[in-house]
């Protein structure tokens, strides 16, 4: 349990830093990096918890205690099972930072990691049905309205980087939980399905200029803009209710810029 703890807390870390000083880019590319950061930081941190045993223990076995851990992260297992040599880039990526710890920029897992995350989750998010890209919005919304009444601190963590401990929310929140990575998986699967070859093309996403118009025509205010702009400076309350209002945009457009939006927004976060 000890060496899950820490892996958690340097992938939020990882997270929140990439949040805190990524202050040349947009909101939303602010939030990709850290979601990002997030899920391979916690592979780039299983490497050096176990690799911290690499002096007495078996690499072998160290590497497939982080592969375990690894599986856990949303989508993570369904991409290594997905995409050719992502298992073994990854196991070797692990290896080797056991062995040869990086000292200057980012740990191998976390570079691999991020790269699958720009290359295959991101892009299966952006070719998803738009109900599917809604259903994930929806699951999320659900999820942070109970939090809300709940767990004002695990809602905020969801806003920011993810929810540091899902086993420590209550019964009705674990169960929203299950059913948001539930919605993000069957959202990815579609997409994966969408841009295999001999497929219709996928619906267009719109980008960050047109995505911001939509948001506004869907009811973000320039507070609402500027709160995103330092939402880790938010408070619990604060960011749940942005999370919740952000989130339900697309619901507030008619169907032909619904489901762009909310493409471009499962895939964002």
Known sequence: MEKIAVIVVVALAAGAALYLFGRNVSSRQRLMRSAAATVAGALAAAGAVYGLEAMTGDDTQMVDNAMIEARTLPLVGLVLADVPDAETRLRASLKEEMRNPTTTGAPRPLVLMSELRATHIIPALKAT????????????????????????????????????HPDRLDAQGQKLMREMLTAMEKAYRSGRTALKPGAAAPPPVPNDTDARALLVEGGLTPTDFEKLQNLAKLSGEEAC???????????KLPADKAGGLARYLAAAQ
Do not use: F
């Open 129 to 164: 049905d738009a109900a599917d890209a809604e259903g994930v919005l929806t699951a999320r919304i659900a999820l942070m309205r109970h939090l809300r009444g709940t767990n004002v601190a695990a809602c905020r963590e969801l806003a920011l980087v993810g929810i540091q």
């Open 241 to 251: 209710e942005l999370g919740i209002k952000l989130n339900g945009t697309p619901s």
